[in-house]
């Protein structure tokens, strides 16, 4: 599975920005999907996940703010983050796990100015 991530960019406080992660490979094996971020400074941490049934968990700090989906094909994932914070500010990357490996896809910077 190789995973490539794009989307990212500059945008002020409140505004919006749509991450995707495109997937390619053996994709039919995914059980589970998400997006980690990496502030400067600070640990990776997990902020939204969608298992292979559909289910969507989010990291708190980011509930009613922040939407994970992925199209019809399942070889895009979106993230949709709106009400931006600069404390959202971070490296995001896509994440992809099969039975036998977890795969991580190149980070997209995300700024976001006050």
């Known amino acids: 599975v190789q995973l490539q991530a794009f989307g990212g960019g ?4 409140g505004g919006s920005l749509r991450l995707s992660c495109a997937a390619s490979g053996t994709i039919f094996s995914i059980n589970n999907m998400g997006w980690y971020r990496q502030a400067p400074g600070k640990q990776r941490e997990w902020v939204a996940s969608m298992s292979s049934d559909g289910t969507k968990r ?4 980011v509930k009613g703010r ?6 019809n ?9 709106n ?4 404390e959202d500010t971070a490296v ?3 994440t992809a796990d099969t039975p036998s490996d977890d795969y991580w896809g190149q980070g997209t910077q995300v700024t976001v100015s006050s």
């Open 73 to 81: 094909a399942k070889n895009t994932m979106y993230l949709q983050m």
């Open 10 to 13: 500059l945008v002020q406080a």
């Open 66 to 71: 922040f939407s994970i989906s992925t199209n």
């Open 83 to 86: 009400s931006l914070k600069p």
């Open 58 to 61: 989010y990291v708190d700090v």
């Open 92 to 94: 995001y990357y896509c």
